[in-house]
């Protein structure tokens, strides 16, 4: 095995509390109802193409991409459409949505093959897999939802020379890409070698962190039947999830500020994402369901599940125990970077990775004292900002000054607030100063 | 329907508080007390504690009643100051002055700049510098290591190695004949010497520092830069003359060096934010202490060489920045 390899600068190891790790992935049967957000991915939104009263099949295409940068939408069910309304989402607004009421069984839209052979010929050409990719609405699963196709497509005068895949999960309790990897470890090398045809490089690096020693173990077996594939091991730090400091651990490159890691010469995409797109390029499946990790220190039984998109979280929630009497806070993602959910009723979508659950204890912030100039959230910071410069800045709305000391290269991973020991709430005057300085760029532009 | 707490990432935080470190600090000056007491007996104990209790006391009443905030004394930095206080000064100090030194460390250098984290110069040192010059003769008449022997009030005393030292040359002595009247380098490191009352053990304070870099409280970067600047700058001049110039190894066991580079210059508040910074203000330390060492009027420098240099912080601040990253890289 090679050497664990890690981005040096910055960081921190927050305990893992993987409570999830090594459960099966079980399938959660479809609810009576389900609530298709029309746009779930980052971009412009896609145009509607249903209506109430609707017959959808499943995996029908239900909106359709508005522009480039933007993704198709399918019907994860086979149902009716109940009604054209608006739902709130994780960000707490509410945003146009399709309500489907459902049929038990599925009538699954010409063409899709639901079998689960194997299927190690990849027929298509570089460009039809690009094709099919933004046609079955992919986006990145990891969390972003950023539309995939838009990243195969190489931007000319660039050249990629690695496709770097993302089986990190440095986030604390997820383990939706761990089982994955587990379970699906023959179509991820499948599928990785499509993306590799798609994006037209020759090798392949696959980052996993050593807190995953099985799913190390399980694809360095199998990689050398996938001819370009290798396994990078890594020393298990957060946030090596994060695609900049996955690119510097695996391949010490740095993207530019403001730069895409093809600036670098990579490509980035998440194990999820490598999974929808082997199914989406040899089965013809469209982006439908995806693994959620149910996890909490409260949560009767953590657990991994294959969910459809639509599903509300509560019934998530119960396949795994029901809501705990003592919840304080419930997380749609990792507790460093996932977002506090308003409601149970919001829906699953494609960039859902986990549902966390705190307990009111858990979710209640410390009182906030005085800086004491540790330095500490300058060690962990792995952008090599200074936070509490930023934050007094952004506290002072110096836009100028912010925008100098390089606001906009923070990524959000929150490591400085975690690290911060006056629990200042450094991320949520860095985000504020964020919005203001992109706001005046975006004016001096005009 | 439930009450959900929503607000913004990260919703985990981390073990360490202010309050963690603080105490952290002083479990790591807990074995240089212990050799201070072993040395020096109940009067180490005596400057100590009433060291620690007028800092708090002080803190809590400032804040009480001129300020009429909530007193954070809990939060032990006014316990880490009392402990440096005391460690800086004689263990036979009187206690009135003991007492003055904590009201000017706290009062003066810790709260006129609105409490912690505001305070641009190391308190303690502070109020010890204060003390040395307004009481010059008790604040260097040292305490004859005599272990559980030594009273309070005992009135032997005498110079430290370095005070001796230096007298000596200034009275045209060599070197190698004042060597003789000053303890040997195993008694020096283990602390065997006049001297204030923390700083003598070297074995002890490297203990600490092991400790704290262990605990993650401090890095590396400020200690270790200021030994490498004292050993290569003292190196140089006792190289050049060793009849007239002490061995670098001589200068990191006397006097303050280990606990002013380990315990005094690492004080969060008054040290640089970036990795370069710290090197740089390491450095300054280093060849200030040495400079005051050997052409100053003191036979020690590295208070003054530390307060001189938190003066310099707030522009090592705004100066020295980490290369942010993706700029300049190497991308190789």
């Known amino acids: 095995m090679s050497v664990l390899k890690t981005f040096v600068k910055g960081g921190i190891h927050p305990p893992d509390h993987k409570l999830s790790a090594g459960k099966p992935i079980q399938n959660l049967p479809l609810p009576k109802q389900i609530t298709v957000l029309v746009s779930q991915h980052i971009g412009a939104p896609p145009k509607l193409l249903v209506k109430r009263g609707d017959q959808v099949k499943t995996g029908q295409l239900l909106a359709e991409s508005g522009g480039f940068v933007s993704a198709n939408t399918h019907s994860p069910a086979t149902g009716k459409v109940a009604k054209i309304d608006s739902a709130m989402d994780s960000s707490g607004y509410r945003k146009p949505a399709i309500l489907i009421d459902t049929e038990e069984t599925d009538e699954w839209e010409e063409g899709i093959l639901t079998d689960t052979v194997l299927d190690k010929n990849i027929q298509l050409n570089g460009g039809d897999i690009i094709q099919k990719i933004m046609e079955k609405g992919l986006v990145g699963l990891g969390g972003a939802t950023f539309p995939s196709h838009v990243k195969l497509s190489v931007p000319k005068g660039k050249t990629a020379e690695y496709l770097v895949i993302n089986g990190v999960e440095c986030e604390p309790y997820l383990t939706a890409d761990h089982a994955l990897m587990m379970e699906k470890s023959d179509e991820i090398m499948v599928g990785i070698q499509i993306l590799m045809k798609g994006v037209g490089v020759e090798s392949a690096i696959i980052g996993i962190e050593n807190n995953k020693q099985d799913a190390i173990e399980k694809l360095t077996r199998l990689a050398p039947a996938y001819k370009g594939i290798s396994i990078q091991p890594l020393k298990t730090k957060y946030p090596q999830g994060g695609e900049k400091q996955l690119i510097k651990a695996i391949l010490n490159r740095e993207v530019p500020p403001g730069g895409l890691p093809i600036d670098v010469g990579a490509v980035v995409f998440n194990v999820g994402t490598v999974y929808a797109s082997y199914e989406a390029v040899q089965k013809n499946k469209p982006l439908i369901e995806r693994i959620v990790t149910v996890t909490g220190k409260s949560v009767k039984e953590p657990a991994n599940f294959r969910v459809r998109i639509g599903t509300p979280s509560t019934a998530v929630l119960d396949a795994a125990g029901g809501l705990p009497e003592d919840t304080g806070k419930i997380i749609s993602g990792g507790p460093m970077m996932g977002r506090a959910i308003p409601g149970t009723e919001i829906p699953i979508t494609k960039g859902s990775s986990g549902l966390l659950i705190l307990r009111n204890e858990e979710a209640k912030r410390e009182k906030i004292i005085a800086c004491i100039r540790c330095t500490k959230c300058v060690q962990v910071c792995p952008m090599y900002l200074e936070p509490y410069l930023l934050q007094t800045l952004s506290e002072k709305d110096l836009t100028d000054r912010m925008e100098q000391e390089r606001i906009l290269d923070c990524v959000e991973c929150g490591s400085c607030s975690y690290i911060c020991p006056s629990n200042r709430p450094l991320l949520d005057y860095i985000r504020l100063g964020k919005s203001k300085v992109t706001k005046i760029i975006r004016s001096r532009k005009k | ?332």
């Open chain 2, 1 to 332: 329907m439930k009450f959900l707490t929503v607000s913004p990432s990260p919703h985990v935080h981390g073990a360490a508080s202010v309050k963690s470190l603080m105490y952290d600090v002083v479990i790591a000056l807990l074995p240089a007390l212990g050799i201070s007491i072993y040395f020096f007996g109940v009067g180490a104990l005596v400057v100590t504690s009433i060291a620690i209790a007028s800092c708090v006391l002080f803190e809590y009443l400032i804040q009480k009643i001129l300020l009429r905030e909530e007193p954070s004394v809990s939060d032990g930095s006014a316990v880490v100051t009392g402990i440096l206080l005391a460690f800086n000064v004689p263990a036979n100090l009187p206690i009135w002055i003991i007492i003055l030194g904590a009201l000017v460390s706290i009062g003066v250098g810790k709260m006129t700049f609105g409490g912690l984290g505001n305070n641009p110069f190391n308190p303690a040192l502070v109020g010890r510098v204060f003390l040395l010059i307004s009481f010059p003769v008790q604040m260097t008449s040292w305490p004859v290591p005599k272990g559980f022997g030594t009273s309070y009030t005992d009135a032997t005393t005498g110079a430290t190695p370095l005070g001796i030292i230096k007298e000596g040359l200034l009275a045209g002595k060599e070197l190698p004949e004042l060597m003789s009247e000053v303890p040997g380098y195993l008694d020096l490191f283990v602390g065997y010497m006049k001297g204030s009352a923390g700083e003598l053990s070297a074995m002890a304070l490297l203990l600490g520092f092991g400790y704290m870099l262990y605990r993650k409280v401090i890095t590396w970067h400020i200690p270790i830069s200021i030994f490498l600047s004292v050993i290569v700058f003292s190196g140089i001049m006792w190289v050049v003359n060793p009849d007239q110039y002490l061995s670098p190894l001589f200068h990191l066991l006397t006097g303050g060096i280990m606990l002013g580079a380990i315990y005094m210059a690492t004080d969060y508040v008054t040290s640089p934010m970036t990795t370069k910074g710290k090197w740089i203000y390491g450095i300054g330390i280093g060849i200030l202490t040495i400079i005051i060492r050997i052409w100053g009027a003191y036979p020690e420098g590295i208070s003054f060489a530390i307060l001189i240099m938190n003066a310099f912080v707030p522009l090592i601040n705004s100066y020295l920045k980490p290369r942010r990253f993706g700029k300049e890289a190497s991308n190789g």
